[in-house]
């Protein structure tokens, strides 16, 4: 079973910075490809940044890039999510989610994504 477990999110102020860990546990080969995603009240969730198994990163949403860094530290089974230069518009509930990798490539999809975590709350105010 996998299970996922995000922590870090808090209230920040405008320019700060946050870093947001998401332990996972589980088979390595289900979670191959790791994202996180945010989610504003009312709307769907969107995708934020992902990462192979491997490190290498696969994408960054333009809004975040330049500002947020995605890394995963497979000895200790966790995923992180660095947030600099935080903004108002920042502000949503941030999720890890795990899948596999398919066709030689991790999706951005959020139906791709079979495991999620439970969320963490950002706030930049």
């Known amino acids: 079973d996998v299970q996922l477990v995000e922590s870090g999110g808090d209230l920040v102020q405008p320019g700060g910075s946050l870093r947001l860990s998401c332990a996972a546990s589980?088979?390595?080969?289900?979670?191959?490809?790791m994202n996180w995603f945010r989610q504003y009240p009312g709307k769907e969730r969107e995708g934020v940044a992902g990462?192979?198994?491997?490190?290498?990163?696969?994408y960054y949403d333009d809004s975040v890039k330049g500002r947020f860094t995605i890394s995963r530290d497979n000895t200790k089974n966790t995923l992180y999510l660095q947030l600099d230069s935080l903004r108002a518009e920042d502000t949503a509930m941030y999720y890890c989610?795990?899948?596999?990798?398919?066709?030689?490539?991790?999706?951005?999809?959020?139906?791709?994504?079979?495991?999620w975590g439970q969320g963490t709350q950002v706030t930049v105010s």
């Open positions: 589980g088979p390595p080969y289900v979670r191959a490809c």
């Open positions: 989610a795990a899948g596999r990798i398919s066709g030689g490539a991790c999706a951005t999809s959020v139906g791709w994504y079979a495991y």
């Open positions: 990462i192979y198994a491997d490190g290498s990163v696969t």
